[in-house]
C-alpha cells in the first residue's frame, strides 16, 4: 500500500501525489496545488485547530476514543497509584523515570528554590484584597522573570534547566501566597522538610502551629491530582506556551501567557464553573430542570465533554476513587449527590451520549479542593501548577525541535478590497 495521498484538483485536472506520514499530509504540500502561476496555492481552513497537527511531541499519548492516557508510554493509572509528583515531572521533563539518584537531587534541588524574592511577595501584597487569586499568579509568574538574569538565554541548555526548576519550584509558592491574600492572611514561607505537596498544603493552611503536619490522605490526594493535570499534550494553554515560546520569549512570560488561556471557563477554568453549576442547582431534585437547560442550549454543563476524549476521560475516574478516600477524612461534599445525579441522567440521556460527552478531569476535581477547604477561585490555579510541567516540557521539545519555527498561522481574507481613504467632514 502506498504511504501517499493522490489528490485531483478538479479545477485544472492536475493530479498531485502528497506523502503521508505518520497519518499526516504536510500542509505545506498543498501549497503546490494552484490554478495558475500567480495562483498563492491550496491552504487548509481549520478554527481551532480541530484536525491540525502542529508538532511531533514523544511526551503525552492520548487515545480519546479509547479514554487512554499516558505519560512517557505509562499509563496514567500506574503513575497515580505508585508515583510522586516530583518523579512523574522528571518523567516528564526527560523521557525517563528517575533512579535513586537522580530523584534525591531533583528534589533537593526543586525544594530549595521554593522562595520567592521579598520584592515580589511586596509587589504580590500590593494586588486588591478581592483580586482573582488566577490573575494574581499569572501576574507573578511573569514578574519572575525580572529576578532572573538568564531567563532569555533559552537557546542554552544549562539556563534552561535553571528557569525550568525555578519555575517548578517557585509555582506553588506563589499560588499559595495568592490563597492566603485572597484571605488576608500573612503569607507563608516554604518548609524544606515537606514533601512538594505537603510544603504547598502548609503554604496555604499553616496558622500559629510551630510545624505544620499535612494530612497524608490529603497530601496523597493533591499530589495526585497534580500528577493528573500534568500534562495534556497540544491544549489550549500548551499551544499557547509553544507559541509564545516559538519567538522565544523568556519561559516566565511564556508560563504566564498559558496560564492566561487556561484561565477561561472553557479549559481550567472549568472546575470553577462546576462547583458554581452545582451551587446553583443546589438540590438534586433540581437536576433534571438543569439538564433541561443545557439541552436547550441555554448552558453547558460545566465539567461534561472533551475535545479529545470521546470516552469517560480517565483523570474522571481516578479522581472519583481520590474523592472517596479526601471525604473520609474532610466529611462527604454534599454538592458530590448533585454531581453523581448530573452524571447518572447525562450517561443515560440520547443528548450526551449521541454528542460522546463523558464527565472530565473537571467535574470533580473541584468537589475535592472544596472538601480541602479552598474556595472556587484557588481551582485553575491548583490545575496551573501541575500544569506548569507539561507547559516547560511541552516548551523545551518546541525549542530543541529542528522543524519548529515562529508560530504564525494563515488566514482567508474576506474584508472589504482596497478603498480610497475619506476625510471625516465627507463620511
Ligand atoms: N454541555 C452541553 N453540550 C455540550 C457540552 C457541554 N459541556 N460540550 C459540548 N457540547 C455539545 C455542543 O453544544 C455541540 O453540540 P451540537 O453539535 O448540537 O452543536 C457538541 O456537543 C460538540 O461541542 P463542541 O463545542 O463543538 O466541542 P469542542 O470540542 O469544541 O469543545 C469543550 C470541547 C471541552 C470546550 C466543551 O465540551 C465544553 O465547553 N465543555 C464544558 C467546559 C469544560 O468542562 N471544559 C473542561 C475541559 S477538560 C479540562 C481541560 O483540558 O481544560
Redo the contacts with the bound molecule.
Sequence with gaps: MPDTLTITDDRTGNTYQIPIEHGTIRAMDLRQIKTDENDFGLMSYDP?Y?NTASTKSTITYIDGERGILRYRGYPIEQLAKESTFLEVAFLILFGELPNREELDSWEHDITHQTYLHEKLKSLMQSFCHDAHPMSIFIASVATLATFSTGARSVDDPERRLEQVKSLIAKVPTIAAFSFRHLRGLPYVYPDTDLSYSGNFLNMMFKMSEAKYKPEPALERALDVLFILHAD?EQ???TSTMRAIGSSKSDPYSALSGAAAA?YG????G?NE??LRMLQEIGHVDHVPAHIKQ??T?E?????????VYKNY?PRASIIKEIADRVFEVTGRNPLLDIALELERIALEDE??VS?K?YP????YSGLIYQAMGLPVEMFPVL?AIGRSVGWLAQWGELLTDPEQRIARPRQIYLGADQRDYTPIDKR
Design positions: 481551532g480541530i495534556h491544549n489550549c494553554s487556561l471557563p472553557l479549559h481550567g472549568a464553573a462546576v443545557v439541552k442550549g448552558s453547558r454543563l460545566m465539567g461534561f465533554g472533551h475535545r476521560d443528548y450526551f454528542r460527552l472530565n478531569v473537571d467535574f490545575f
